[in-house]
């Protein structure tokens, strides 16, 4: 199964692909979904879209608003683009838009967005005959039902199914909380995530008691869990599923190289389970309590969150280079002499091992106790573990 990574920029993307992504997905600068991420220029998606393909890896990007008559006018535009660009797919929603990118771009490979909501075999195959190539289905289904639809669905069109992240309160992300309170429309990509904000609920006829009582960390009922279905990927793949996603385009560098390396370690170890330590990893990163959300049917429906995100790890610098017995890093958070660090790595020879830091010097050799100015270059001893450029380092 494709390994399908988030890219809200550029670095992002790059993670994703020294971390293991088999493809990632971003936006333009319009058409997609995530309004506030860094997101990509033309020029950054055609280097995207060359770097990628040198790796053997793909780049799909987003079209996928919930579109009004004004934004199709400089559609044709972008689609020329992209095409020239040689994505390897846009992902879209919007009937009409992918009514128009079928007639008027019929060489672009469409994938139908998870805001179409695709529960059913009817409507997949509704799609399939619009001559979709995949279909992201709603992750409101379970495991039976997603057979089902690769049952009756012509092998031709791909499934793809969301298996780690955020999940919308929402029915498969279409929300007007956003737009109701604030006039930034979550289906233009301006999504402030107000779900999860503090609430209180009242019953009309007892205005002034309140039905959902708040403790010190606040309510939080349409706040949701976030998805994780690392135990259960042997279970996607019989169920016919072609690609696994990851959400997270407004996460951080650190979340994408955690997630994407967790993921590609389980997915060699298929058909056994991960790992407790590759589980573990998880944990490092900032989340929410985890659930499995619809997948199991009723096994598990308690979807709430009821306190605000976690992680159990800090991310301190990514490796620049090693040279001349000097390990050099791009620093994130405070670093200091002494400090223990532990390696997040794509190779297994390195990943998780530690080592302490000694001899910090800044960029012109002068030695230092502390690295406290953002993303600065500083060398240590090198630990010799010979890491590589990409990889992290955590504390």
Known sequence: MELLAPAGNYEKFLTALHFGADAVYLSGK????????GNFTNEEILRACKEAHSLNKKVYVTLNILAKDI?????????????????DGVIASDVGIIYHIRKYAP????????????????SANF????????????????????????????????????????????????CLLSNYFTGR???????????????????TSREDENEVQEDERGTYIFNSKDMNLINHLNELKEAGVDSLKIEGRMKSVYYVATVVNAYKKALKM?????????CDELEKTSHRRYTTGFLLGDDDKEFLETSNPVQKSEFMGVVVKEENKRLYLEQRNNIKNGYVLQ???????VFNKEFVVEDMQNEDGEKIEVANVAKQIISIKSPGLKLNAGDILRK
């Open 71 to 87: 934004d199709f006018v400089n559609l044709n535009e972008y689609l020329d683009f992209l095409t020239s660009a040689k994505v």
């Open 343 to 349: 390696v997040l790595s794509p190779n297994d020879d």
């Open 127 to 174: 799609f399939a005959d619009m001559g979709v190539k995949r279909i992201v289905l709603a992750r409101e289904l379970s495991l039976c039902e997603i057979k089902e639809i690769r049952k009756n669905l012509d092998k031709s069109v791909e499934l793809e199914a969301f298996v780690h992240g955020a999940m919308c309160i929402s029915y498969s992300g279409r």
């Open 270 to 278: 298929l058909p056994n389970k991960p790992t407790k330590e590759i």
């Open 107 to 122: 060489n672009l490979d469409v994938h139908v967005s998870t805001q179409a909501n695709v529960t059913n075999s009817a």
């Open 185 to 203: 429309d979550s289906n233009h990509g301006e999504c402030v995530q107000c779900c999860r904000w503090k609430y209180t609920v009242k019953e």
């Open 30 to 37: 319009s058409f997609g979904l995530r309004a506030f991420a």
